[in-house]
């Protein structure tokens, strides 16, 4: 499951966003449109930050996979309450990072540019749906990277990206990853 499947959901429920809000979806198109081609270097994607955010704020409201497992190997205290050495504590990813703590509900891409425009690299490194300290995601920056290139290239090829379906039927559905289901979208080729 690990990179193309979790790559692809994540663009997956980007554009679902990107259908919802028109506004954004503009905003990003017009980042890839200053650029005037594909990406293709580094440099290329330094110079998309609202895209990368788009991907970043999807990937904290629909995180690939539903929870993390942890294996306690000292006594904590979670919440208050005592956890035994041994014990599994599960953090369920979607409910955490829809709290007033975690971001809240609503799709703000803004919140990952820095004062100067950059990515918030930070805050990315602290994105709890990559996981955390030594077991964190070791392909977070292939991930967002490849994310990155691939929302860039449907926004520079196409254009009229909207929803085909009834946005109310759009549910996420579960198994060890989340995908956008009932989830159907048109574009149109640019003539570019």
């Known amino acids: 499951v690990a990179g193309s499947d979790t790559t692809a959901l994540s663009v997956s429920w980007c554009l679902y966003y990107l259908c919802l809000y028109p506004g954004v979806q503009a905003r990003a198109r017009a980042e890839v449109d200053l650029l005037g081609h594909d990406p293709r270097t580094s440099d ?24 993390l497992g942890h294996h306690a190997t000292t006594e904590v205290s979670v919440g208050g309450k005592k956890v035994a050495p041994g014990t599994t504590v599960v953090t369920l990813l979607r409910k955490h990072l829809r709290t007033a703590a975690g971001g809240g509900s609503l799709f703000k891409p803004d919140r990952w540019l820095s004062p100067d425009g950059s990515v918030d690299r930070a805050r990315v490194r602290d994105l709890l749906s990559f996981g955390a300290g030594p077991r964190q995601c070791p392909g977070v920056d292939t991930g967002v990277t490849a994310g990155t290139v691939l929302l ?18 759009v549910r996420g559905r579960s198994t060890l990853s989340t995908w956008p289901d009932k989830l159907t979208i048109s574009m149109s080729p640019r003539k570019i």
Do not use: Y
Request: with cysteine; proline share 5%.
């Open 44 to 67: 290329d994607l330094g110079n998309l930050p609202f895209i990368t955010c788009c991907l970043l704020e999807t990937i904290r409201l629909q995180p690939a996979f539903v929870a």
């Open 152 to 169: 860039a290239t449907i926004l520079w090829h196409f254009e009229d990206i909207k929803h085909n379906s009834d946005i109310s039927e």
